[in-house]
C-alpha cells in the first residue's frame, strides 16, 4: 500500500525555521518526483517546491526562491523541506506528493497521484 506521511510542521515565530518530512511506505521514492504543496484557508493549492526523481532537478514558487530548500535521503526513503526565515504568509497546510511519471508539473497537484494527509504550518508571533 502506498503510503506517504508528512511531519514536522507547528507553531513559529516570524523568522523562524521548520524542517517537514515526508517518509514514504509501500513504494520507494528514489523513482518518484515529489513535491510540497500548501493550501491556506480561502486560498487555492499552490506548488511550493518539487525535486524529481533521483538526479531530477528541483523547483521553488517564486515567494519561496532562497528560503526554503527541498532534499531527499533515498536511504530513509524521505525528503524534507527545510523552510527558513519564515513569514505569516507562508502559513498554510502543507502536503506532500509523488508520482512515478516524468510529465508532471510542479504547480499542478493533479499530476500527482498520491497524497500525503498533510501538516499544519503556523507562522505568528
Known amino acids: 500500500q502506498v503510503q506517504l506521511v508528512e511531519s514536522g510542521g507547528g507553531l513559529v515565530q516570524p523568522g523562524g525555521s521548520l524542517r517537514l518530512s515526508c517518509a514514504a511506505s509501500g513504494f520507494t521514492l528514489d523513482y518518484y518526483a515529489i513535491a510540497w504543496f500548501r493550501q491556506a484557508p480561502g486560498k487555492e493549492r499552490e506548488g511550493v517546491s518539487c525535486?524529481?526523481?533521483?538526479?531530477?532537478?528541483?523547483y521553488y514558487t517564486d515567494s519561496v526562491e532562497g528560503r526554503f530548500t527541498i532534499s531527499r535521503d533515498n536511504a530513509k526513503n524521505t525528503v524534507y523541506l527545510q523552510m527558513n526565515s519564515l513569514k505569516p504568509e507562508d502559513t498554510a497546510v502543507y502536503y506532500c506528493?509523488?508520482?512515478?511519471?516524468?510529465?508532471?508539473?510542479?504547480?499542478?497537484?493533479?499530476?500527482?497521484?498520491?497524497w500525503g494527509q498533510g501538516t499544519q504550518v503556523t507562522v505568528s508571533s
Open positions: 525535486i524529481g526523481s533521483s538526479g531530477g532537478g528541483t
Open positions: 506528493a509523488a508520482t512515478g511519471n516524468t510529465d508532471y508539473n510542479c504547480r499542478d497537484g493533479s499530476t500527482f497521484g498520491s
